[in-house]
Structure formats: C-alpha cells, structure tokens
C-alpha cells in the first residue's frame, strides 16, 4: 500500500512503479514531483531556484500526512495499493485540487523508451471555476475552463503550460515537453508525451497580482522596458533594399509622424544561415543606423533560425553539431526555398557562434535589437519526436526552444555592453520575459475574427507572465489596401494597437498593380505598400491621430511597464485582475484593463459602432465627451470609425492624454 517519510519541508510516499515528492519551494507555493523511476530528477528545466521557505510544517506518519506552506497545504494518503497516492491541495484550509482515482495508477505512466514514460496527472474538477493563462492561439477561449489545449507551438501558438484559476491560485507544469491539458466538466488533466516525471508547482495569493508575483518568483521577470520600445513601430512584408526602408523612414519625418522603430524584415540575406545583409540591396549599413539614429528611429533587424547547405556557415555547424539533427539521420525539418533545417538554440556553443555571426554583420553597423522569427520552430513534419535536440529528444524538450533562442540573443547583446534589451519572437516558454522576449501572435489572418482573437491572445499571454506582446496591426495574411473593409478592419486594429503593450503596423498586404517591378534577383519580393497614408485620407487622419495619442501615453506605458519588471503584473490585463471579487469581471472576454487607471472595449465587427460596456465599482470618465459615469453598471456606447471607447478612473492624469 506505499509508505509516507516525513522531512524537513517535504513530503516523501513510495509504492510498486511510483515515487511521490511533495516539497515547499519560495512563498506560498508546493512543488510536486511523480515518476515511476526509482528516483526523482533535479532537472528544473527553466524554473528559478527557490526563495527561501519561512514557515513550512510537515506532520503525520506513514499513512497519512500533510505539508502546509503558508497558505499553501497540501495532504496525502498511503491508502489501499490501487487507490492510494491521493494528493490534495488547499489554499487557506478549502480544497483546490485533489487528485483522480482512474483506474490502477500506473496508467499515468506509459512506458516511451529507456526511463521516460507517457505522463498525465488527473485532477477532479471544480464547478464554477474559471481557468485563464495556456499562452496564445487563433481561438476563442479566454476562460479555458470546458477547453482542451495541445502543448505545442507552432505559428500562431505560443503554449505555455501555465494556469491562474479564479480560485486563487496558479499551476505550472514544469515539463518541456510537447503533451496537453484538458480543463473539462469531468476533470483537469495534464499531459507529457515524454518524459522522466511529472513536475509541477501550485501557488496562491489573495489577489491575482499575489500570483502572478510567485510565477515571476519562479520563471524571472521582465527587464526594464526600454523607452523606445512604446512608440509606434512601422514595418511591412518587406523593405527590399536600403533606399526603400531609408524612403519610408524619411517621409514618415516629414509628415511630422512620431516614429520610434522600423523593422528590415525576412530575405534582406544572403543566405538562409548567413545572417548577414546582402551588399547589392544594402550597400551601407554603417550609414543607414547612422542616418536613422539622427531621426531618432531604431531599425530592427528579422533573424531566422534556418539554415541550408548552401549557407557558408553550414558545414562548420554541421559538423560541430550545432543544428538540429533527426534521430535517424535525415537531412531537412522544414522545405523554404530549399530544404532547411535548424540551429539548435538549446546547445551554448551555437548560441554563441551564431551571436559572433550576428555582432560582426549587424551589431558592428549599430543594429542593437533583433526580430526572432520562426522561433517555434516550424519544422515540418510536426512530429518532435523524430528530432534530436542537444537537450534531448523533442517529445522530451522541444518546447524549449524560444526559450533558448530569445537567450540567445539577450546574452550577447548584454556581453556587448547593452541594458536595454528587446526581441520580438514569434514564440515563448516560461522565462522568455527574462530574456527580454516580445511576443507577437504569429501570421495570422487579415479580418475580424483574427482580431477578436489577437485580443483574447494577448489577455492570455499576460496571464502567463509575458508583459511583453503585440499583434501585426491590420493583421498578416491578405489585407487589401483598397478595400474599405479592410480599411475600417485597420482603424479599428490601430485603436487596439493604442492599448497594446507593443504598437506595431505589419502585414503582407496584397500588392497594388501600380506597385514597381521587384529588384532583380529578389528571391522573395515585397508585399503591397503599408504605410499610414496608403490606406485612404480619411483612415490616413484618423490614424495619425491615434499614433499622436501613443506618443501623450508612453509616460503611463512606462510606469506600468516599471511595474511589470518589478511585481509581474501585466500592463494588458483581465477585468478581474483589479477586480477579483466582482464576479462579472470574470465572464468579460472583449473588454480589459491598462493598466489600473484606463478601461478600453475595442469594436470588433464589420460596420459596428454601438456595444456595451460594464463598468466596475467607482467613477468612470468616457474619453469620448469627458461624460462621468458611477460603475457596478453596464453602459452602451457608440463609437463612429474615428473614435474608439475607453473609460479613465476619475481623478487620474492620464486622461488628459486623451484631450
């Protein structure tokens, strides 16, 4: 029937095929370890180590014990051989999680090969609980509660096995490996497609802000934001040549529009694995940043992860094993203009190789922030367990790679000297915020549906501690220039870029008939034209507007930004992040926080101009006609294309930004 030890702040059960590790790890929090090797791993992946335990107790005996951590206790019970092993959890004394009898217990471990194992851990479900976090993907599903989720990035999904509940607490699964989580009517269960055990850490506080301390606690916090970064961002599928990018960066001067960056997207290379600018269509670097930083703008520079055997760097990678490899021996994980495979972010001598690559052909030019495209990565076929990482097999670690890639980039430039450190990457893993890691969602479509999701996205991602996000304004995939649909889609996508943590415009519009000719040679060429006076007068007015307004709140940007890199509290937040004990706040999905003193409700459909809006307790100022309403009320409010709704908390300063 297993036996329970009792130990200094932690709990030990052992029975036939299953070893149990219950532990205090930091504040109000339990880490919990299950394999059924005959020992538990140290591995801790991307975790922090532990801030010290105050007050842990352990008492009981050999059947049944607890460890309590603050308000965090968790109890288990030797019991009869099948049913034994049952762990509960409780915050402040109420059960949270109690684990799921389902049969003989050695189903939650499937033998895979040599001492890794098939994992699930299965939780009874709670009613009326709410679950919010997962990372981001092309879905509506805000309140994971009644949802599954395949651990798995790809473009357009960021998967980060991380959970806030509305009862209080938080849960991360600390295994990298590709698997799935399933919050249903009848259970929440955890999945590893591989793995040496199961690891995972549940945590709580009195307020969502409590939580979210403890998971930055564990995983690291974002550094300091850099100033720049909260200005507006111009970027487009692609500047083909130097004068084109120095053309568009000129005229935006000229029309006196506050610029802050301009990004030199995909195939400005020579090679897929050069990392370095073709000379015939970016002749002079040196003088392009010069001429830039006397605009006051900062270029950002694409960086793909692939690499082909036509790149000069190929054979010396290859035969260093800095690439990824399959397990078998074939050549090629993703089929771009030739076939492409990999570098191996996981393995430090590639890191620093390809920083050395990168600090000699952009850095040295005056290039100090990087865009991590393909940061998943995309290999084709999806199946990650034919590929060998330098930590492992995929469906063990594959779920690493953002992690390393975005480390990649932000110990070199941090060696060099830099402080102010931000890459945008298409991907994440818990600790990516520590890196300096931008998220954005990936190359998504062109309409409303993307939209309304790129809002539920980026509510998730900050409920995963990544402070950091944005959306392609406009969205990526077919957006019509001339189309007055996608012109009304575009205003309304810059009125949530106005109240995103990142503002960036990019897209692959579709090109125009009166665009030029591609330069000769251009391997893949420009989409249609992207900047803000492209898309009609009209738009063109109201959108310098907005970005007008952007510049009047980078000050209140900063402050929450401060905020984040200190406490993890994300500046795009839930309703109920601020509000925790209105139960409304709970069910909103198309309506959020910007901190704590500005309430935004974006239009998201075709021709609409009226919607409804609930107010939470106190005094609510519309930026619309400066109108005061009381809250605990929902109210209906129209916005013609030109304008947008947002509610500022009476007596805050920062309204008048919106003057």
């Known amino acids: 029937m297993g036996k329970i030890v009792l130990g200094k702040n932690k709990l030990t059960f052992q029975r036939r095929d299953e070893l149990v590790v219950i532990e205090a790890y930091g504040k109000n929090c339990l880490r919990c370890r299950t394999t059924r090797n005959s020992v538990v791993s140290d591995e801790s992946w991307t975790l922090q180590p532990p801030l010290p335990v105050e007050d842990c107790v352990v008492e009981g005996d050999e059947s049944f014990a607890s460890i309590t951590n603050g308000d965090m206790k968790a109890t288990i019970e ?91 607490y ?139 055997p036509n790149s000069e760097n190929f054979r010396e990678m290859d035969e260093k094993n800095m690439l990824v490899r399959t397990e078998n021996g074939q050549y090629g994980t993703f089929s771009f203009y030739g076939q492409q495979t990999f570098i191996d972010t996981m393995n430090p001598e590639t890191r620093k190789f390809v920083w050395e690559k990168i600090k000699e052909n952009y850095y040295q030019y005056g290039i100090r922030n990087f865009w991590l495209d393909e940061a998943e990565p995309e290999v084709h076929p999806q199946q990650f367990g034919h590929l060998h990482f330098y930590l492992g097999n995929g469906a063990q670690t594959a779920m690493l790679y953002p992690y390393y890639y975005v480390k990649m980039l932000y110990e070199g430039l941090q060696e060099a000297g830099e402080t102010e450190i931000i890459s945008l990457t298409r991907a994440a893993y818990p600790g990516s915020q520590k890196y300096g890691a931008a998220v954005w969602n990936g190359d998504i479509m062109s309409d409303w549906n993307a939209l309304r999701q790129s809002v539920t996205s980026g509510l998730s991602m900050g409920m995963c501690g990544i402070p950091w996000w944005n959306s392609d304004i406009g969205g990526f995939l077919s957006g019509d220039t001339q189309s007055e649909e996608f012109r009304e889609l575009l205003v309304r996508w810059f009125q949530f870029g106005l109240f995103s943590p990142i503002m960036r415009l990019h897209g692959a519009r579709l090109r125009t008939p009166d665009q030029p000719e591609p330069n000769p040679g251009i391997i893949e060429r420009s989409g249609g034209p992207n900047e803000i006076w492209v898309f009609g007068e009209e738009n063109y007015r109201i959108i ?18 401060d905020i984040a890199s200190k406490t993890g509290s994300p500046l795009m937040r839930p309703m109920f992040y601020d509000y925790e004990t209105d139960e409304v706040c709970y069910t909103l999905e198309d309506q959020y926080m910007f901190g704590e003193d500005i309430l935004f409700a974006p239009i998201m459909q075709k021709g609409q101009t009226e919607r409804e809006v609930y107010l939470p307790e106190g005094r609510w100022v519309s930026v619309l006609d400066k109108k005061v309403y009381e809250g605990k009320q929902t109210v209906k409010m129209h916005a013609d294309i030109s304008q947008y709704i947002a509610f500022v908390k009476d007596g805050s300063d920062v309204l008048e930004a919106f003057a």
């Open 170 to 308: 938080g849960f991360f699964w600390n295994n990298p490996s590709p698997g799935r989580c399933e919050t249903t009517r009848n259970h929440t269960m955890w999945c590893s497609d591989s793995a040496y055990q199961a690891d995972y850490l549940v945590f709580s506080g009195d307020k969502p802000s409590d939580v979210m301390k403890i998971y930055a606690d564990l995983t690291g916090y974002a550094p300091q934001f850099p100033q720049w970064a909260s200005g507006f961002w111009q970027c487009k599928l692609r500047y083909e040549s130097q004068k084109e990018l120095l053309e568009v960066a000129r005229e935006y001067k000229r029309r006196g529009i506050p610029i802050s960056a301009i990004v030199i997207d995909f195939f400005h290379w020579t090679e897929q694995g050069e990392w370095k600018f073709d000379p015939k269509y970016w002749p002079d670097p040196a003088a392009m940043c010069r001429e830039l930083e006397e605009m006051d703008i900062k270029p950002v520079v694409s960086i793909w992860p692939t690499i082909n």
């Open 544 to 561: 310098k507007s907005i970005i007008e307004t952007r510049e009047k709140l980078r000050p209140y940007i900063m402050k929450y930004m």
């Open 78 to 168: 030797a019991g009869f051989p099948w049913y034994g092993g049952i762990v509960c959890f409780y915050r402040k004394g109420k059960q949270i999680l109690k684990t799921k009898y389902e049969g003989d217990y050695t189903n939650k471990y499937v033998h895979t090969e040599g001492d890794h194992y098939a994992i699930k851990v299965i939780f009874e479900a709670n009613e009326g609980e709410h679950f919010y976090g997962l990372g981001q993907e092309t879905e509506d599903a805000f309140d994971r509660k009644g949802s599954t989720c395949n651990l798995l990035h790809y473009n357009t999904k960021s998967a980060i096995p991380f959970l806030y509940s509305s009862l209080g």
